[in-house]
């Protein structure tokens, strides 16, 4: 079997991780406890997701914001699209567990054949000039515009599609995009430089959704026969079955780092950022994938993407790498070797407080402290806890691994 890179990175994982949550999970397979965790952990993905109404204002403040570049710089109604990125585009945006609003990225890409805009920081400020009556705030890369009555704020970030740019000027744009993902990509500006800086946030959701949808898990659940039952609500956009356990990972994780912050865990300017998160997990779906892995439960499946994360970074020339998917030479983890160690420490102490957070998890059986639990783990007190209101899981049917090494103990709640 051709190895792939991903897959030799999860390999590498596989022999470096200590294994101790494949060990307190190992004598519980096909047990009632997998389903009251995979209950408790459902609840918490519900509990953590941004309610849909606040999508539909987002839309519209999208479509605002759009007429508003049109009617303030006379461009042609269809030579402007703004769209959604970032977390909202891969179903993994959560709520804060402070008061604190939280960010919705949107994206503003013109059309270089009917607007001028060949220069980046001279088409920066011009956007900048017309959000005035918006307060817009400057950003390095985008625009910030908040708003005082809704629990978001947008940051808005011109571009242009990378292909419209010229020839010459193209050369000279920092990075280059994947071939895979190439037509999605846009040209930004970067506003440190000065310059045109290639991204790709279409095909970076492209590509988790890709690996999103692998078949990594192998459950014993008839999703089409549920879906006809007169009992099951259709899934809003936003809402993530416990079955889709690359995006409900992606989802808990991001919310235990945030109340490992909120906790004073972890120091808020070091911490690890959810892009980090996302490309750390969907790198290591992809290698699972690769190498054919399966798993027979989400529960064994999430605990598994734990484990395995700290051990998906690499190194380059004695520097920390966090390749960027769909754009060639960009690195995620830039700025871990320039802060003295600060962030990779960070990160190295919030993959423990993880692991020891889900060994506490799993050292409960009954269902009432496991749900205490996880509430207290994940910041979900006072969450509708009421099992009649839980999605049918059906994910006990599992079969037991072989085989599993001793685990060292954790310790605390993070």
């Not at 007169?230 to 899934?235: G, K, L, R």
């Not at 994940?378 to 001793?406: E, H, I, Q, W, Y």
């Amino acid at each position: 079997m051709t190895q792939t890179n991903y897959g030799r990175l999860v390999e590498t994982a596989d022999q470096k991780r200590e294994r101790i949550l494949e060990k307190a999970l190992s004598d519980h397979f096909g047990r009632p406890e997998m389903e009251i965790w995979a209950r408790a952990l459902d609840m918490v993905n519900r509990h953590i997701t941004v309610d849909g109404e606040v999508f539909k204002e987002a839309a519209d403040a999208y479509a605002d914001l759009a007429q508003h570049l049109v009617d303030k710089l006379k461009w042609p109604e269809d030579a402007i699209v703004v769209s959604p990125q970032g977390s909202t585009n891969t179903q993994t945006l959560i709520k804060s567990p402070t008061r604190q609003k939280f960010d919705i990225d949107a994206v503003c890409t013109v059309d270089l054949n009917r607007v001028e805009a060949h220069e980046p920081m001279k088409f920066f400020e011009e956007v900048g000039r017309a959000l005035e009556d918006y307060n817009a705030e400057d950003k390095p890369r985008c625009w910030r515009v908040h708003y005082t009555n809704r629990p978001f704020y947008i940051d808005f970030t011109p571009a242009v599609p990378l292909s419209t740019i010229s020839p010459a000027m193209r050369a000279h744009v920092r990075y280059a995009p994947t071939a895979k993902y190439q037509a999605t990509a846009l040209a930004v500006v970067d506003c440190p430089t000065g310059t045109w800086k290639t991204s790709n946030p279409n095909g970076f959701a492209q590509w988790v959704n890709d690996q999103a949808s692998r078949k990594v898990l192998r459950i014993a659940l008839e999703e089409e026969v549920l879906a006809k039952r007169a009992d099951i609500v259709p899934v809003p956009v936003q809402e993530v079955p416990l079955t889709d356990t690359l995006r409900v990972a992606i989802r808990l994780f991001k919310r235990h780092r945030d109340m490992a912050i909120k906790r004073g865990h972890l120091n808020a300017d070091y911490a690890p950022i959810s892009v980090i998160i996302v490309t750390l997990l969907t790198s290591c779906y992809e290698g699972m994938a690769d190498r054919h892995q399966s798993f027979n439960h989400p529960i064994e499946l999430l605990l598994a993407l734990a484990e395995y994360m700290p051990h998906l970074i690499e190194t380059r020339d004695g520097k920390y790498w966090i390749p960027n998917p769909t754009v060639d030479g960009e690195n995620f983890a830039e700025k871990w070797n320039d802060d003295y160690d600060m962030r990779a420490k960070e990160f190295r102490k919030w993959c423990g407080l993880l692991v020891n957070d889900l060994v506490t998890i799993l050292a409960a059986t009954n269902a009432d402290t496991v749900r205490e639990r996880v509430q207290v783990v994940f910041g979900c007190t006072g969450a509708d806890t009421d099992d009649s209101s839980a999605r049918p899981l059906g994910l006990l049917a599992v079969k037991k691994p072989d085989n599993v090494p001793a685990a060292r103990s954790g310790k605390g709640l993070a």
